[in-house]
């Protein structure tokens, strides 16, 4: 999904880890991200900072398509994230909820699951809704 003004998928971070991006809209995005041995850390887990970018992608990707349209654009301002339980293999699911839809502010919370559904880390983040610069 592109954006005018935005650089293609295949050029970003995003790409890299190989997050997918399967539902999104201003309320609610799904997404997930295959495991292998690029996105763990050297004890054989899925990094946290994984966690981070796949929580970060998705709620600025939402709220940018929602404000991009009128003239803004949206960045993340804060990610907080809680690792709860690992994931060593399969697949990273991550369920994102909009809480919050403000003038300047959005605000996001982030539910990472592994294969069984189990709840595996949380994030909230808080993205900023600025002008675009003429």
């Known amino acids: 999904m592109e954006l005018q003004g935005l650089l293609p998928y295949a050029a970003t971070f995003d790409a890299l880890y190989g997050l997918e991006i399967l539902e999104v809209d201003d309320e ?29 992608s998705m709620a600025s990707l939402a ?13 993340g301002l804060s990610n907080q994230t809680s690792f709860l339980r690992p994931i060593t293999q399969g ?23 592994d294969d069984a559904g189990r709840l595996c880390a949380v994030s909230r ?10």
Do not use: N
Not at 125 to 134: F, H, L
């Open 63 to 75: 709220t940018a398509r929602a404000v991009i349209p009128d003239g803004y654009y949206a960045v």
């Open 91 to 113: 697949t990273v699911h991550a369920e994102a909820v909009r809480r919050h839809r403000g003038r300047t502010t959005w605000m996001w919370d982030v539910e990472i699951t």
């Open 28 to 56: 609610h995005v799904s997404a997930r991200v295959p495991v292998r041995d690029a996105v763990k850390q050297q004890m054989g887990l899925v990094h946290g900072g994984v966690y981070a970018s796949i929580a970060e």
């Open 125 to 134: 983040m808080t993205i900023a809704v600025r002008p675009q610069a003429d």
